[in-house]
């Protein structure tokens, strides 16, 4: 009798061991839940934030890039207007590559590449031509193959011809100083 009792009272003490223990681990396992919800509800509202980034600095680039245009054909600049057209793709797919680039390092050369093949199959040479037979920077830029090369990128090619023809407008809604 004395064995069954002394069994009964070892499951008993174990049980009870093992529902604080469950209950323990039952109250991280809700504080986990409430961190992962959070950091989702977080990441969520940085992605889109991201996407927003994106979509204006794609406005502000095309922006930038009209003006360009513009001024090229108003004053007959034949240089200046083939630049703007050679890297028009990457204006154009701005928030396209800037969204690809987030997602690591190594795909801003591959995107690109779509994205130029996209218009002209002969375009994407000519790019890496513009490219390798241009400046250390820009060279470093887009050597750098992520997201911080390609918005460096970006903003030289748009800036160097500016600066190069002082083009800076005077409608206070389109100011671009380089």
Known sequence: MFF????????V??????????????????????????????????????????TREQEFSKARLVRLKTYAQKNEHT??????ELISPLINNYSIIFKE????KGRLKAICQKCFENQDSAAYKKFVALIVTSDKQLKRYWSSNNL??????????????????????????????P
């Open 101 to 104: 680039c987030l997602k690591g």
């Open 13 to 54: 003490v174990i049980s009870v061991y093992f529902f604080f223990r469950v209950e323990k681990l039952q109250r991280k396992l809700i504080t986990q839940q409430r961190e992962s919800l959070t950091t989702r509800q977080e990441n969520k509202l940085l992605v889109e934030s991201m996407t927003l980034v994106a």
């Open 148 to 177: 911080n090369g390609f918005l460096f990128l970006v903003d030289a090619l748009l800036t160097f011809e500016e600066q190069n023809t002082n083009v800076l407008t005077t409608d206070k809604k389109n100011i671009c100083v």
């Open 4 to 11: 069954v009792l002394a069994i009964a009272l070892v499951f």
């Open 79 to 84: 240089q200046l207007l083939m630049h703007t």
